[in-house]
């Protein structure tokens, strides 16, 4: 649950900044992309 | 004997993805693990989202040198943001909402409409089941 006054509480660091569980769902998805291989490694290209 | 029938609520998302909704989009750059403390390099990817009313129906990650990930709810949402849009704090950061074309624009790039249409039949939101003219 979300108290939409617990922002403003928290003075001005909360604003423009996205919450800690969407932080913490984009750390899994960057984390998730480095299990991928790179395009190069993909086509089997050596980077110039 | 009379089996009880219990009907399940109605999820949210059926509830607030009606065709009326308000369509939002977002994109804004993440940092894989590696880079974190690296200042200045440009190997960040790029998360972009569209919301079809509180809940996301289409997630895109680009990085510079990955191949896209293309993701759809009702296909891919194991992967999928789960936070309603309100909840991501998304709304209250600046420069991170974008226009419709921005987002359509690199969703076209990276092949979503193929993708979408390969998987019509799986979609969730009511406002990608209309583009698709596939609305219940």
Known sequence: THDPNAASNSGEKREGLTSSEFDSFLKERAAAAETMPTISAQTGQQPA | ?136
């Open chain 2, 1 to 136: 004997q009379k089996a009880e029938q219990v009907q399940a609520p109605a999820r949210p998302q059926q509830v607030d993805q009606d065709k009326n909704a308000q369509q939002r989009y977002f994109k804004i750059p993440f940092a894989r693990p590696a880079d974190e403390f690296r200042d200045g390099n440009d190997k960040h990817g790029m998360w972009f989202a569209h919301f079809d009313g509180k809940w996301i129906a289409r997630q895109m990650e680009v990085y510079p040198d990955k191949p896209a990930v293309i993701l759809v709810s009702g296909v891919d949402d194991m992967q999928m943001c789960e936070l309603s849009v309100e909840e991501t704090g998304l709304t209250r950061r600046r420069g991170a909402e974008i226009l419709e074309n921005e987002f359509e624009e690199e969703w076209q790039k990276f092949k979503g409409a193929e993708y979408l249409k390969k998987n019509a039949a799986k979609v969730s939101s009511k406002y990608l089941q209309t583009k698709l003219g596939i609305a219940k």
